[in-house]
């Protein structure tokens, strides 16, 4: 099964962030419904431990490495507008730079809102909490 299939058995598909419907989605669907290398040395020097083994191989496709987003959604969060922070097992919106501007689809969300991965199916991994 593809990654985006993982991704979209695991939270439906509207994305968590943006709530944006995919636009494969099936007509019955409603919207009011529920630098590879140098990346890989960021995160292992962020984290303090070697992420080769966690974005490689067989796990680079895996739901636990993605999160489902729309396009404008996507581009913040590549550009550090906001991210993703895990806590006690959940999982927490953060932007990083309130004065940025930002996607009306990423505003929608307020600063500490839960993310809850998993509504549509808890038989798909989570994230890892250290990506």
Known sequence: MSLKKLLI???GWISLVGKMMDEGAPPEVSPLGPGY???RTMLSRFVGQDMEGLLTGE???DPSNALLLDALSHTAFGLFKFSLECQDDRYFFKRFA???KVPTEVL???ENEEMIFG???RSVARP???L
């Open 119 to 121: 509504q549509a199916s």
């Open 98 to 100: 309130p004065d940025r």
């Open 9 to 11: 058995q695991r939270d």
């Open 108 to 110: 929608r969300h307020h």
């Open 37 to 39: 290398g140098v990346l």
């Open 59 to 61: 796990n680079i496709n």
């Open 128 to 130: 890892l909490p250290l």
